[in-house]
C-alpha cells in the first residue's frame, strides 16, 4: 500500500479528481426511466468573476444535486451566464474609450462586435472558477442568454405576448439611469436614505404684491413646473382659488390646481406640480391635462426647454439655482432633511424620473396566477417567511418596462414603416411580407423599413431560463423539456425574488401551463464578521480563489455552510474556513489511523469493539434520519452540523478510540472490516458537502474498480435505530468523563492503572459498556460494591456513586485542600439561591420555568456539598 502523506494536501487531489469526473462524464444527464432531479443555476453576469454571494449559492445548489444523485435520481445542474445589457454595454464602452474608441462613432453592428468579441475573452471565466469548487455542473448544456436558441425564445415570446394584447408602447414616467442612458424597472431601483436640503421658495401671485411659500427638495426642476397644488380643505389657500401664481427665474404663469394628493404637513402645505420629472406629479398632470416640460436630457444635462443653465449637469444647476433665487429675492430658508432617493442599481447613479416612449408587459393578468401557486404552498419557499414579502409585491406591481435603450441584447422585434405604422415580426423580411399585405404598400422597399433601436431587459431573456435551456419556448414537445420540467430546487437570493423568482413562475404558467420549480431556497447575504455587506469599495470581501488556496475548497464550502440556515445573513470569517480545512484533516487523520492498522485473523474480537461497533450503527443511523430530516425541511447547515459531529465526535473521538488496538498490537479482521465499512458510509453522507477529500478517502478505503466513484455510489439509507444502547452509551460517556476528569485531577499518568468501584442500586447493574469502560479509563478492576467505599475518590451520575481508590502517591493533604475549596464555592452558591428562593416577591412574579430553574440549582448544590461532605469524611 502506498503511504498516505502525513498531512492532507487539496491541491494534490482537487484538479485530480475533477478532471476524472469530467473524463468520466459523471455530471452529465440524458432523460431516461429514473427519477429526474433537476436544478438550473441563476445564471451570473457573462462578465463576472466569482464573489462570495457565488460561492454560497453554488456550494448549496452543489449539496443539493450530489445527494441527489447519490440517492439514485438522474441528476442535472443546468449551467450558463446572462448577457447583462447594462453591465455589459458599460464594461464594453469603457474598454472601447481605453482604445481611444467612442461608441457614437460605431455603427451598431461595429460595436456588436467589439462586444461579442469581450464575451468571447472574458465571459464564462465565472464558470470555470466554479469548477475549482466542485460544482458538478452538466458543462455540456452550458447555456448563455445570446446564444441563438436563447434569443429567438425571447423574440418568440415578445411577438406571442405582443399578439395576446399583453405588449404595448406607450409615453409613461419611467426611471431613467442618466449614466447608462437606458430605462430601468422599478425592480433595478435602490432607494437609500441621504441627507438632502429643503429648500422653502416663493411663487408670487400673479397680479399682486403677495407670496406663496413652497417646499421642495428639488430646486433645479421648478423650470418644468407647470402648476402650483394645495388641498381643497387647507384654509390658508382658500385665496388662490382661480389664481395663478409666477415660476422664479423664468415668470411661467402657472395655474393653483386643490387636489387631495397634496399633503398638508409637509413642507408648507403647497407643493410645485412638475408633470415630466415626478411620477405624483405625472399623474396630476394627466388628471388636470398640465403641460409637461421636460427640462433634461437624457444624460442628466439641462436642455433648451429648461430656458436657464442649458447644457448644465442637474447637480450643478441645484447649486447655481438657489444662488440665483437668493439674489432674486425668492429664497425663504433651506433646512436640512432627510429623504430616500431612488439609484440605479447598476450604475448607482441618482434616477430621473422621465416621460419616454417605451415598451411595458401588462402584469395584472400574469401575477394573481403566479400568486395563488406560492401562497398556496404548490411551490415551497425555503423559508416561509419570504411569502409575505412576495405577496406585497405581486399585490402591488406595476407594468414592466420591457425596453432598454441600449445595443447588447435581445433587439426588440418591431418593424417601423414609412405610413407611420409598424409590424410586430421574427425578422426584416417576414416584417416586409407582413406590410406589403396588410397595408397594400406595393412600392415599398426594404431599406424603408427600420428596426425599434432598442433592445429587451436582461430579465426578459432569465425569466424563461427553466424553459429556454431545454428549448421548450421552440420545440415544446422536445423529450429534455418533458422530462426536467419543472425543475425541482431554485436556489437564489431574496433581492431577486421579484427580478426573477416572481417573473420566471409566471413565465412558467404562461408557456408551460405549470410552476418552473417546486421549491425555492433563499440564500441570506454574506456580510463580514462584523456585520457589513461585503463589497469591493469597503475592501471587506475575500477573493474566494485566493480562499480555496489556502484552505482547500473543500475547507471553504464547510466554511460557508456552517453558519447559512435560510434566509439568514452570514458572518463570514475566514477562521470558518479553518475550521473546514480542520475538519479535512481530522478526517485525514482517522484515514492514516485506520490504515496503519495491522490484522491478525487470529485474534477474537473484544467486547468492547463488539458493543462499539453497535453503538456506532446506532449512532449512524439515528444520524441518517436526522439527516433526511434536516434535508426535507432545507436546512442544509443543520445536515452538515450533524454530519460534522457525528465524523469528529462520535466516529473519531470516541468509536476510533474504543476499537483501536493498543499501541503496536495487530487488530481482529471482524473490527477492522466494520471500521471500513462505517468508514465508507460517513464518506458517503459528508460527500455533498466535501467532494474532493471524500473521493480521495473512498478511493485509498477498499480496493476499487476505475469506474467506481464516491459520486455516483449509493447514498447510505437508514435502518432501524437501537435507542436503547444509545441511551446506554451516553451513560457510560459519563462515567468515562468522570474517571478521566478524577485521573486529570490528581495528576496521575495516563500508563497507570486505575480501579473503578460501583455500588450497586436497588435494579440489576447494566454491564453493556463496562468493557468500553475499563479499555479508555484503563482500568485493572471495575466492580460492583454493596457499600460505599472508604478513603475513594468519588462522583455521583444521576443515582449510582462512583469510587475511584486513592493509590498511596496521591496527596491526601492538598486533596482536602482542593475539596474544602470546591465545599466553600458550593455553599455559597447555595446560599445565593436560598437567599433567591426566600424572596416571596421573586417566587410570586418570575415566569414558572425561572422559578423551577433555581429550585433545580438548589437540589444540584445540595447534592454536591453531601458528596464532596462524604470525600472529605474518607479523608480525614
Known amino acids: 500500500m502506498t503511504e498516505l502523506a502525513s498531512k492532507y494536501n487539496p491541491q494534490n487531489t482537487e484538479d485530480k479528481w475533477y478532471k476524472h469526473w469530467m473524463e468520466k462524464g459523471y455530471f452529465h444527464s440524458e432523460p431516461d426511466e429514473r427519477e429526474p432531479y433537476c436544478v438550473v443555476i441563476p445564471p451570473p453576469n ?83 472558477q466554479l469548477k475549482k469548487l466542485g460544482a458538478s455542473c452538466d458543462w455540456d448544456r452550458t447555456a448563455f442568454t445570446m446564444d441563438e436558441a436563447l434569443y429567438e425564445s425571447v423574440i418568440d415570446v415578445f411577438i406571442d405576448l405582443y399578439n395576446k394584447g399583453l405588449i404595448y408602447r406607450g409615453v409613461r414616467m419611467v426611471n431613467w439611469d442618466p449614466e447608462a442612458l437606458t430605462a430601468l424597472s422599478d425592480e433595478e431601483v435602490i432607494h437609500k436614505e441621504v441627507q438632502s436640503k429643503l429648500y422653502y421658495l416663493k411663487y408670487q401671485i400673479e397680479g399682486t404684491e403677495e407670496y406663496v411659500i413652497i417646499a421642495t427638495t428639488r430646486p433645479e426642476t421648478i423650470l418644468g413646473d407647470t402648476a402650483l397644488c394645495v388641498h381643497p380643505e387647507d384654509e390658508r389657500f382658500q385665496h388662490l382659488k382661480g389664481k395663478n401664481v409666477i415660476v422664479p427665474l423664468i415668470n411661467r404663469s402657472i395655474p393653483v390646481i386643490f387636489d387631495e394628493y397634496v399633503d398638508r404637513e409637509f413642507g408648507t402645505g403647497a407643493l410645485k406640480i412638475t408633470p415630466a420629472h415626478d411620477i405624483n406629479d ?54 436640512d432633511y432627510v429623504n430616500k432617493v431612488g439609484f440605479s442599481e447598476r450604475t448607482d447613479a441618482v434616477i430621473e424620473p422621465k416621460l419616454s416612449l417605451q415598451w411595458f408587459l401588462k402584469m395584472s393578468e400574469m401575477t394573481k396566477p403566479a400568486l395563488d401557486v406560492v401562497m398556496d404552498d ?50 426584416k ?101 462584523i456585520g457589513r455587506k461585503m463589497s469591493k469599495s469597503l475592501g471587506n470581501s475575500p477573493d474566494p480563489i485566493k480562499l480555496m488556496e489556502d484552505f482547500g475548497a473543500d475547507g471553504v464550502r464547510v466554511g460557508m455552510l456552517l453558519t447559512s440556515p435560510a434566509g439568514n445573513d452570514l458572518p463570514f470569517d475566514e477562521a470558518l474556513c479553518e ?83 493498543a499501541y503496536q498490537k495487530p487488530i481482529d479482521e471482524a473490527t477492522l472490516e466494520s471500521t471500513i465499512d462505517f468508514f465508507e458510509k460517513i464518506m458517503k453522507i459528508v460527500h455533498p458537502f466535501i467532494p474532493f477529500i471524500t473521493e480521495e478517502i473512498y478511493q485509498v478505503l477498499k480496493d476499487r474498480d476505475t469506474e467506481d466513484s464516491i459520486m455516483i455510489s449509493q447514498m447510505p439509507e437508514a435502518a432501524r435505530v437501537n435507542r436503547k444502547i444509545l441511551e446506554q452509551f451516553e451513560f457510560a460517556k459519563e462515567v468515562i468523563i468522570a474517571t478521566r476528569s478524577v485521573r486529570a485531577s490528581k495528576n496521575i499518568p495516563n500508563k497507570e492503572t486505575l480501579e473503578l468501584l460501583i455500588k450497586k442500586n436497588n435494579e440489576d447493574p447494566d454491564l453493556t459498556f463496562d468493557s468500553t469502560i475499563s479499555k479508555l479509563c484503563n482500568l485493572s478492576k471495575l466492580d460492583y460494591v454493596e457499600k460505599k467505599v472508604d478513603g475513594a475518590n468519588s462522583f455521583l451520575i444521576k443515582s449510582t456513586e462512583f469510587y475511584v481508590p486513592l493509590s498511596d502517591s496521591i496527596d491526601v493533604e492538598a486533596e482536602i485542600k482542593k475539596l474544602e475549596e ?33 429550585r433545580k440549582k438548589q437540589a444540584d448544590a445540595e447534592a454536591k456539598i453531601e458528596v464532596i461532605e462524604k470525600q472529605l469524611k474518607t479523608l480525614k
Not at 409575505?388 to 418591431?414: A, F, K
Not at 475538519?583 to 489511523?593: E, P, T, Y
Not at 452558591?829 to 423551577?852: D, I, Q, W, Y
Request: glycine share 4%; net charge neutral; hydrophobic share 40%.
Open 46 to 128: 457573462v462578465t463576472g468573476v466569482l464573489h462570495m454571494g457565488h460561492m454560497l449559492n453554488n456550494t448549496l445548489q452543489d449539496v443539493l444535486v450530489r445527494r441527489a444523485r447519490m440517492q439514485g435520481k438522474n441528476a442535472c445542474w443546468v449551467p450558463g451566464t446572462d448577457h447583462a445589457s447594462i453591465a455589459t454595454e458599460a464594461k464594453v464602452v469603457a474598454k472601447l474609450k481605453e482604445d481611444g474608441i467612442d461608441k457614437a462613432n460605431l455603427t451598431r453592428d461595429e460595436f456588436l462586435q467589439h462586444a461579442w468579441e469581450w464575451k468571447e475573452k472574458h465571459g464564462g471565466i465565472i464558470l470555470e
Open 282 to 335: 405625472y399623474n396630476l398632470g394627466l388628471k388636470y391635462k398640465l403641460d409637461s416640460i421636460d427640462i433634461f436630457n437624457d444624460n442628466g444635462t439641462l436642455n433648451e426647454k429648461a430656458q436657464l443653465y442649458i447644457g448644465k449637469d442637474r447637480f450643478d444647476v441645484r447649486k447655481e439655482i438657489v444662488v440665483d433665487l437668493e439674489k432674486a429675492g425668492n429664497l425663504e430658508k433651506v433646512e
Open 378 to 427: 404548490t411551490i415551497r419557499f425555503h423559508p416561509k417567511k419570504f411569502k409575505n414579502t412576495y405577496r406585497h409585491w405581486m399585490e402591488n406591481v406595476r407594468d414592466w418596462c420591457i425596453s432598454r435603450q441600449l445595443w447588447w441584447g435581445q433587439r426588440i422585434p418591431v418593424y417601423y414603416l414609412p405610413n407611420k405604422e409598424m409590424i410586430v415580426a421574427k425578422s
Open 429 to 529: 423580411e417576414e416584417a416586409f411580407k407582413s406590410a406589403q399585405e396588410k397595408y397594400e404598400l406595393p412600392d415599398l422597399k426594404m431599406e424603408e423599413i427600420k428596426q425599434d433601436e432598442d433592445v429587451l431587459d436582461t430579465w426578459f431573456s432569465s425569466w424563461l431560463w427553466p424553459i429556454s435551456v431545454f428549448d421548450g419556448i421552440r420545440n415544446p414537445d422536445n423529450a429534455d423539456l418533458k422530462y426536467y420540467y419543472p425543475t425541482n430546487d431554485l436556489v437564489t437570493a431574496p433581492e431577486i425574488l421579484f427580478f426573477w423568482v416572481a417573473r420566471m413562475i409566471m413565465a412558467g404558467l404562461e408557456y408551460e401551463k405549470d410552476i418552473p420549480f417546486k421549491n425555492v431556497y433563499l440564500t441570506g447575504i454574506v456580510r463580514d464578521k
Open 579 to 661: 475550521q473546514g480545512r480542520n475538519f479535512s484533516n481530522k478526517i485525514w487523520n482517522a484515514l492514516r489511523l485506520v490504515k496503519g492498522w495491522k490484522v491478525d485473523k487470529s485474534i477474537e474480537q473484544p467486547d468492547s469493539s463488539k458493543v462499539a461497533i453497535e453503538w456506532f450503527d446506532a449512532k449512524l443511523n439515528d444520524t441518517i434520519k436526522q439527516l433526511n430530516d434536516h434535508f426535507s425541511k432545507y436546512r442544509i447547515s443543520d445536515a452538515l452540523m450533524s454530519t460534522y459531529k457525528l465524523i469528529w465526535d462520535d466516529f473519531c473521538s470516541w468509536y476510533l478510540e474504543m476499537v483501536k488496538p
Open 822 to 854: 470546591e465545599l466553600k464555592y458550593a455553599q455559597g452558591f447555595l446560599n445565593s439561591v436560598a437567599k433567591k428562593l426566600s424572596n416571596e416577591r421573586f417566587v410570586s412574579n418570575a415566569p414558572e420555568k425561572v422559578v423551577a430553574m433555581e
